[in-house]
Nanobody, 117 residues
Framework: QVQLVESGGGLVQAGGSLRLSCSASGIIIRLGAMGWYRQAPGKERDLVATITTNGDTNYADSVKGRFTISRDNAQNTVYLQMNNLKPEDKAVYYC???????????WGQGTQVTVSS
């Protein structure tokens, strides 16, 4: 199976930056798209950004120009560089990885991002 371990969450001032990391372990061959999603209290889990094995990216409109998603050469780690953070970015951020071996998605445990005004 695939295990995802996230790091980098925390508290940051509005306008500041934060970098999230998500490392995949286990059966990590043939990982497909990876991405970040977030969920605020009382709201649905929403797409933040995804990146394919080819490097194609997709961003939510609310984070375009501020967030950048990337992945390492082994395609087993995904990053989310978050700049110019806003209070509305406060949420639990979840990492997702698609496994072509198991034909299913795997999720991380989530990491809290808090932005103070």
């Amino acid at each position: 199976q695939v295990q995802l371990v996230e790091s980098g969450g925390g508290l940051v001032q509005a306008g500041g930056s934060l970098r999230l990391s998500c490392s995949a372990s286990g059966i990590i061959i043939r990982l497909g798209a990876m991405g970040w999603y977030r969920q605020a209290p009382g709201k649905e889990r929403d797409l933040v950004a995804t990146i394919t094995t080819n490097g194609d990216t997709n961003y939510a409109d609310s984070v375009k120009g501020r967030f950048t998603i990337s992945r390492d050469n082994a395609q087993n780690t995904v990053y989310l560089q978050m700049n110019n953070l806003k209070p509305e970015d406060k949420a639990v951020y979840y990492c997702k990885a698609d496994s072509r071996v198991f034909a299913r998605n795997y999720w991380g445990q989530g990491t809290q991002v808090t932005v103070s005004s």
